[in-house]
């Protein structure tokens, strides 16, 4: 017991220093993050330690990407402290640029974070690519299909005018995955893809990588995993570089769970 506290306590303050915002003992801290605590100590009290433990592995990943982030750039992390404190409604948003940053910055990639499109990746020859994020979700469980809201986000991303070949589009689709497995209407990573595919067809962008957190049971860990859908006429540029990071997937796993979020 006092072991959990002490570790919840120690993450809630982490946060709240990362994020710029306050944690007040019994109260708790400002923002989604606060309300993803709360819940951790409501499963907590009713002993439901594999939710519990679940949630805390979330907020800690969180905590070690924008760890990441500090030590690249103090500046970085005031940008995003400042997306987190007055655009909270955008959450899904925050949390994969978050994430893309933290990417970058583990694989040494050279980046710069702009606003339109979201990343300029640079190369060692001078030349550019970039990176536009974006995220899918629900907002209540559904009784159909949803893979019309991955749809929605990639057609509500390619006809951006600042896109190119040479852009990725990179997509959280955490929400949408856990609530196909929620709801028992299965999607297909065939059709995933497929949906991509005819959002991308005749759009000026390069390629859609599509992220989503899953917990391996069996392991207990925690991974970050992608479905890349590459389009017609992608710039060498930006294949090479989606080759480098982004190779085919060689293991499955079989008995695991999809988080709400990331």
Not at 10 to 15: D, E, G, I, N, V
Not at 125 to 151: D, P, T, W
Not at 177 to 198: F, G, K, P
């Amino acid at each position: 017991m006092l072991d959990f506290i002490f570790y919840y306590s120690q993450l809630a303050l982490t946060l709240a220093r990362l994020l710029g915002v306050r944690f007040v003992p019994g109260k708790g801290l400002e923002g989604v993050v606060g309300k993803v605590l709360a819940q951790v100590m409501i499963y907590h009290n009713s002993q439901n330690f594999e939710f519990r433990n679940r949630e805390l592995t979330r907020l800690s990943l969180l905590a070690s990407e924008l760890t990441d982030i500090e030590a690249h750039s103090s500046a970085l992390l005031a940008k995003f402290r400042n997306v987190y404190r007055y655009n909270r409604a955008d959450y899904y948003g925050f949390r994969i640029e978050v994430a893309t940053a933290s990417f970058f910055i583990r694989r040494n990639i050279d980046f710069d974070k702009t606003e339109s499109p979201d990343y300029v990746v640079n190369r060692s020859n001078g030349e550019q690519m970039f990176v536009e994020c974006g995220s899918a979700h629900l907002n209540k469980a559904q009784n159909r299909s949803v893979g019309y809201k991955i749809s929605s986000a990639v057609a509500g991303k390619v006809k951006l005018p600042y896109l190119n070949l040479r852009t990725a589009l990179f997509v959280d689709v955490t929400n949408v995955i856990h609530h196909t497995l929620a709801s028992q209407n299965y999607l297909q990573q065939s059709e995933i893809e497929a949906l991509v595919r005819t959002e991308m067809r005749g759009q000026p962008i390069g390629a859609t990588v599509l992220f989503f957190y899953m917990l391996d049971k069996d392991k207990d860990y925690f991974s970050h995993n992608s479905i890349r859908v590459d389009n017609e006429g992608i710039d060498p540029l930006l294949l090479g570089f989606l080759d480098e990071q982004f190779p085919e997937p060689v293991d499955e796993v079989s008995n695991y769970t999809i988080p709400n979020a990331g």
